[in-house]
T-cell receptor, first 114, second 113 residues
Framework: DSGVTQTPKHLITATGQRVTLRCSPRSGDLSVYWYQQSLDQGLQFLIQYYNGEERAKGNILERFSAQQFPDLHSELNLSSLELGDSALYFC?????????????FGSGTQLSVL | AQSVAQPEDQVNVAEGNPLTVKCTYSVSGNPYLFWYVQYPNRGLQFLLK??????LVKGSYGFEAEFNKSQTSFHLKKPSALVSDSALYFC???????????FGKGTRLSVIA
């Protein structure tokens, strides 16, 4: 068990809908990362937060947004969902977000858009 | 921008034989290199990392990786494969603070008894 908790584990929804994925980092970790894993694109970095502030941004669509709350949990909001958004979404955390740190990954949220 | 290439989608090896999973990288500065493993229905787990120093890095479960700056490679190795090593392996690189950890597409390792 990595200590990173993601909910829900599975999510099935329809095109055009909006969903929220939740992540609780390991105790003491200040940095949270969101990744999208799909068969064709592999593991794509979406966004990173450190202690409540955005630190780095990757290939995150404008329809997607995220935030990190004062208790350090994070939410990823996906709106106007399309079939192509179906993927496994991972959250990861680390203590400071420094280059040498390893990431601890949650088990992911499997999103299916029908 | 940094990038990682894992040239093999699949590697098959017999149990007891040595295994190698290949990775090459591209960064503008000093590379910080990582290997992660993903078992079915699980998140990624850290195996090992190279930051600086000795080119041969030892990690979890008997795995090691060799950093080769001239070939910009960071291949994952294990002297004797186990069936339980069968999983998806990801190489990743960062080249500075406030840059994301960029992953390769992954290599599926199958160890056959």
């Amino acid at each position: 068990d990595s200590g990173v908790t993601q909910t829900p584990k599975h999510l099935i929804t329809a095109t055009g809908q909006r969903v929220t994925l939740r992540c609780s980092p390991r105790s003491g970790d200040l940095s949270v990362y969101w990744y999208q894993q799909s068969l064709d694109q592999g593991l794509q970095f979406l966004i990173q937060y450190y202690n409540g502030e955005e630190r780095a941004k990757g290939n995150i669509l404008e329809r997607f947004s995220a935030q990190q709350f004062p208790d350090l949990h994070s939410e990823l909001n996906l709106s106007s969902l399309e079939l192509g958004d179906s993927a496994l979404y991972f959250c990861a955390s680390s203590v400071e977000g420094d280059v040498h740190e390893k990431l601890f990954f949650g088990s992911g949220t499997q999103l299916s858009v029908l | 921008a940094q990038s990682v290439a894992q040239p093999e989608d699949q590697v098959n090896v017999a149990e007891g034989n040595p295994l190698t999973v290949k990775c090459t990288y591209s960064v503008s500065g000093n590379p910080y290199l990582f290997w992660y493993v993903q078992y079915p229905n699980r998140g990624l787990q850290f195996l090992l990392k190279y930051i600086t120093g000795d080119n041969l890095v030892k990690g979890s479960y008997g795995f090691e990786a060799e950093f080769n700056k001239s070939q910009t490679s960071f291949h994952l190795k294990k002297p004797s494969a186990l069936v339980s090593d069968s999983a998806l392996y990801f190489c990743a690189v960062r080249d500075g603070r406030n840059t994301p950890l960029v992953f390769g597409k992954g290599t599926r390792l199958s160890v056959i008894a």
